[in-house]
């Protein structure tokens, strides 16, 4: 069982910068691929950046050059750090852990960018 704690959303101003951290229990949190998920107003869940097990990572076409995603797996942390942040990112940010077949989920943090 691994339990997912988001913390760091808030509201900023167009062209503003967050760091999101994801805090996780367990011992194991270095052999799951760990991802940032959101979901906007009226929008489905969409996948905004992974990082593997491996330190491979990947982004959504709408984030790249603006996010990076981290990971320390001696605090059993992964971060997502958002620069240029633009009023389309506002959203629900949700920390993900996957392995395999199974998946956990944080409760999720409002990041609301605005002027």
């Known amino acids: 069982q691994v339990q997912l704690v988001e913390s760091g959303g808030g509201l900023v101003q167009p062209g503003g910068s967050l760091r999101l951290s994801c805090a996780g229990s367990?011992?194991?949190?270095?052999?799951?691929?760990m991802g940032w998920y959101r979901q906007g107003p009226g929008k489905q869940r969409e996948l905004v950046a992974v990082?593997?097990?491996?330190?491979?990572?990947n982004y959504a076409d709408s984030v790249k050059g603006r996010f990076t995603i981290s990971r320390d797996n001696a605090k059993n942390t992964v971060f997502l750090q958002m620069n240029s942040l633009e009023p389309e990112d506002t959203a629900v940010y949700y920390c993900n852990a996957a392995l395999d077949a199974t998946t956990y989920w944080g409760q999720g943090t409002q990041v609301t960018v605005s002027s």
């Open positions: 367990g011992r194991l949190f270095s052999i799951f691929d």
């Open positions: 990082i593997t097990r491996f330190n491979m990572r």
